[in-house]
């Protein structure tokens, strides 16, 4: 019984050490975990700007692109004027800087395909301007894909919808 006595405090000793270090184990990897997911979602919003600039770019080139050659069809002008040229010029270099951002190959590729149509376009290659809008709604769609993965342009969460 005496040997209860002195070994029982040291037992309940070490199993409060062996307690309070498998404690602070558990909490650092908790606080890792939380730490690897605050990192994840900062770098996700990054990108997310960063490719949104690099679309809103593009966008707004091919807009001016698409004005251009309306203009054009309508004052029954020249070909291509160097206004339209220097334009064309600057969507290929928004097309790559889209190219430099994306994470993911169906955005590289919709903003390929949609700088050659209107490429193609302002070279008066295609006349049909409305050729431009299966290519412009698939670029679309990959951009908003590359920036929220796993969702979905036009879905809408019932409850936010209210």
Known sequence: ?????????????????????????FGQYLVSRVSERQLEVEESAAHRAELKAAVLQFVRLASQVEKAVVSRAEADGPESGPELGTLVDDLWIAQAEIDLAARSEPLRGAAYRYALRLAEVARGEVTDASALRGPQVQFMDAAYGDMWPGRRRGDVDSSSAR
């Open 1 to 25: 019984m005496g040997s209860w006595g002195t070994l029982g405090p040291a037992l309940l000793s070490l199993a409060g050490v062996a307690l309070g270090a498998g404690g602070s184990l």
